[in-house]
């Protein structure tokens, strides 16, 4: 059974930082594709950052100077590194992989920056 569960979420004040984690089981990890999502309240969930199996990655523009992707395939977890953290990052964010057998969704884990 896959399962992906996200943590670390919570809330912070302008300019903080947080680190999230996502720990996953039930598929070879360090085959797949691994992105963050976030979906703020009363918009549509979009695409944060990326990270291959290879390790390359990939940002959105409006986090890419302040978001670091990383993953641990020994611990079968990928992380989101959060700096300098702004009002507009408030959603809730989710893990998701993809790869041969198919794609999967966490939970999600709700990350509230105060002004």
């Known amino acids: 059974q896959v399962q992906l569960v996200e943590s670390g979420g919570g809330l912070v004040q302008h300019g903080e930082s947080l680190r999230l984690s996502c720990t996953t089981s039930?598929?070879?990890?360090?085959?797949?594709?691994m992105d963050w999502y976030r979906q703020p309240p009363g918009k549509q969930r979009e695409l944060v950052a990326r990270?291959?199996?290879?390790?390359?990655?990939d940002y959105a523009d409006s986090v890419k100077a302040r978001v670091t992707i990383s993953r641990d395939n020994a611990k079968n977890t990928v992380y989101l590194q959060m700096n300098s953290l702004k009002p507009e990052d408030t959603a809730v964010y989710y893990c998701?992989?993809?790869?041969?057998?198919?794609?999967?969704w966490g939970q999600g884990t709700q990350v509230t920056v105060s002004s």
């Open positions: 998701h992989a993809s790869g041969r057998r198919g794609n999967w």
């Open positions: 990270i291959t199996s290879g390790g390359t990655t």
């Open positions: 039930g598929f070879i990890f360090s085959s797949y594709y």
